[in-house]
Every structure is written in structure tokens, then in C-alpha cells.
């Protein structure tokens, strides 16, 4: 999409699509940070795409707000990420002074269920 709607600043959000890929680059995944599109054709040329790219199956947005709305950003989430075949979803919030290894992932119980369910070993 264009700029991140609700976020502080469309700056802000890029640096935390990054910190977010970098932190998950350096736990082993193939994390890259999705760009932000100036213009609406441009968005709608890339598709429907996580803030954040690398976890299979996972939809990762990002929300770099003030005050932390983590129902309504995940719902907005879930229905991107359901619009384009995604059946995880996970919200990253950022916590103002923390590092990134300390910002919140959230995600439904259900969504839990399904992460688990995939990284356990087979019996």
C-alpha cells in the first residue's frame, strides 16, 4: 500500500519493516522488508504484500503508532492477509525505548494453534 495508515510517519515504518527483517534475518529466516509504494499504481502493480516477507505462511505487518491500537492494526491485518491466501498473521508492534528483539508480535489463539501445529515434529 502507500503510506502505512495509522503509523507515525511513513519514516518511522520503514525502519521498523527493517528492524523487524534484520532481527528476523538474524534468527535464520529469509526476512526482507517490503517497500512502502508512493503511488497507488505502484502499489497495485506489487499486489497484495506482508510489511515484512521470509516467514512461509506467515502474514507479518508492522505498526509503528504511539498509542498502541493492536485489535483494530490486527484485524486490519488479518484481512489483508486472508484476502491474499495467508492463514498466519502476526502484528509487530514496536515498544518506544526497546529494542526490536522486545517489540510485541501479536496474534490470535487460533493463528497460535496453526504455528505450533506446523513446527511440531511429526509423531
Do not use: C
Request: charged share 20%; aromatic share 4%; glycine share 8%.
Amino acid at each position: 500500500m502507500t503510506t502505512p495508515t495509522g503509523n507515525q510517519s511513513r519514516r518511522l515504518n520503514e525502519s521498523l519493516r527493517s528492524l523487524t527483517a534484520y532481527y528476523l534475518s538474524s534468527e535464520g529466516f529469509d526476512a526482507e522488508p517490503s517497500p512502502i509504494h508512493s503511488k497507488i499504481s505502484t502499489a497495485l502493480d506489487a499486489g497484495l504484500v506482508p510489511d515484512v516477507t521470509g516467514i512461509p505462511g506467515v502474514w507479518v505487518d508492522v505498526s509503528a503508532r504511539g498509542n498502541h491500537r493492536l485489535s483494530v492494526d490486527l484485524d486490519s491485518a488479518r484481512a489483508t492477509a486472508a484476502l491474499a491466501g495467508y492463514p498466519v498473521t502476526a502484528l509487530v508492534q514496536s515498544r518506544g525505548g526497546r529494542g526490536i528483539d522486545e517489540a510485541y508480535a501479536v496474534l490470535t489463539l487460533g493463528d497460535l494453534v496453526k504455528l505450533a501445529r506446523s513446527a511440531a515434529p511429526a509423531p
